[in-house]
């Protein structure tokens, strides 16, 4: 979780999509991230709740398990981000 926390940090500002095509960005401090296109923030713990399973396809395998899974999927499954991990 570490590198791809790192991976996150240095993709800040980027846009990513979601499943459906909505276009957005996110900025990380220390271990929560805002997006841009929600006003509450996601917890790297969300991510590590994601990663587990991953890889899935879509945003509904983990919709009661985490916050905001169109862009946790979104984003683990770029591959600027998951460079074969999984």
């Not at 979780?1 to 993709?11: H, K, S």
């Not at 713990?45 to 945003?59: I, M, Q, S, V, Y």
């Amino acid at each position: 979780m570490e590198a791809i926390w790192a991976r996150l940090r240095d993709l800040e500002g980027q846009a990513f999509q979601t499943k459906k095509g909505l276009s957005f960005t996110f900025a990380i401090c220390g271990d929560v991230m805002s997006v841009s296109r929600t006003d509450y923030n996601l917890t790297k713990r969300n991510f590590e709740k994601a990663l587990e399973l991953a890889p899935f396809d879509g945003p509904g395998f983990i919709n009661d398990i985490i916050r905001g899974p169109a862009y946790v999927w979104a984003i683990l499954h770029d591959t600027r981000v998951r460079r074969g991990d999984w």
